[in-house]
C-alpha cells in the first residue's frame, strides 16, 4: 500500500529534541548494542505451545533504548499510509527528515545490521522448526531448496521484501506507529514469513494491556497448508491459547509459519510504537517465478 509523508512541522523545540537524539547517539557503541541485543536471544527458551514462540526480556542496552525512544518522538521521520487509518511507519531509506549523521548512522545500524544479526540468532534458535516446515514443504514441492538452507541462505536487508523476487532470504525493518484501533482476526502466514518479531518502545508497563492473542488447533483440525500469504482461519477450529503483554524492552517472536494469533484493542486504546521484523523467504525459493 502507498505511503505518503507526514507535514514535517519545523521548531526550535523540534530541532533540540533532534540535538538531544544526536548526543545521545553519540555514546552508543554499536557492536556492544548488537552484542546485547543478540544475547537476550541466546538465554531465551521456546516455549513449544500452542506453537513456538519466545519472548525477550531486556533486549536493549539502556542507551540504545533510550536512543530508540527518541527516535520514535520524531514525528516526522514517519509516512503514513493512504486512507488515514492511523498506521504510520518508519522505513529506510523512506526517511521523512533533514537528519544529522548520527540519526542516519542508528537507523541504518537498526536496518542493515541489527536486523539481519538479530534475525540469523532468532532462525538457530528455532533451527529445528524452520528445518520441520521446510521438510513439509518440500514433500509438497512447494520449497525447492535443501533444508539446510534454513541456516545457510544469506539474509538480505529488503525495504520491500514482499517485491523481492529471489530464492534468498530477507530481512525487513520497520518501526511502527498506531494511533487509532483495529481488529484481525485469528490468522496465519504459512509459508513465506517465517518468523516475526514485535518489539515494543515505551517507557513503562502501562501499555501491558495490549498484546497478541495466541490460538490453538482444536484436536482433528487443522487447515490445508498453501502459497496464500495471508489466510483467515475458521474460528470453530480454534480455542484460544492465552496472550501476550506490550512491555517494556521486551519483545515477542514467534514461528509464523505455524503460529494462529489474533489481534483485538484493550478497552482503553492508546497510541503505540513498535519495532517489526520480519524473515522471509524469497519468492522463487517457492518454484514462484
Known sequence: MPYQPMEIVRSAAKDLEISDL??????????????????????????????????LKNVFDSKTYDALLGLVALDGLFYTEE????????????TNYDLSTNICAF???LADDLTPALLDALRRKFSDCLFN?????RRRGLYIKPTEAMLTTEIRTEHHPYEALHDGMSAQFEIMRRTQEFVIP???????ELLIGLFPIVADDSLGDYGTELFAMKSGGSPDIDLTEFSYIAPDLLEPAGRTR??????FVMLNTAGVHAYKPPPQPRPRNY???TLMIGAYALGQR
Open 22 to 55: 544526536d548526543s545521545a547517539i553519540d555514546v552508543i557503541d554499536f557492536s556492544a548494542a548488537k552484542d546485547h541485543v543478540i544475547a537476550s536471544v541466546q538465554r531465551s527458551n521456546i516455549e513449544p505451545e500452542p506453537f513456538p514462540y519466545v519472548i
Open 83 to 94: 486512507g488515514g487509518t492511523g498506521y504510520t511507519i518508519l522505513r529506510y531509506p523512506q
Open 107 to 109: 537507523v541504518e545500524f
Open 133 to 137: 516446515w521446510a521438510e513439509e514443504l
Open 186 to 192: 485469528p490468522h496465519c502466514h504459512p509459508v513465506r
Open 246 to 251: 506490550f512491555l517494556r524492552n521486551s519483545a
Open 275 to 277: 519495532l517489526y521484523t
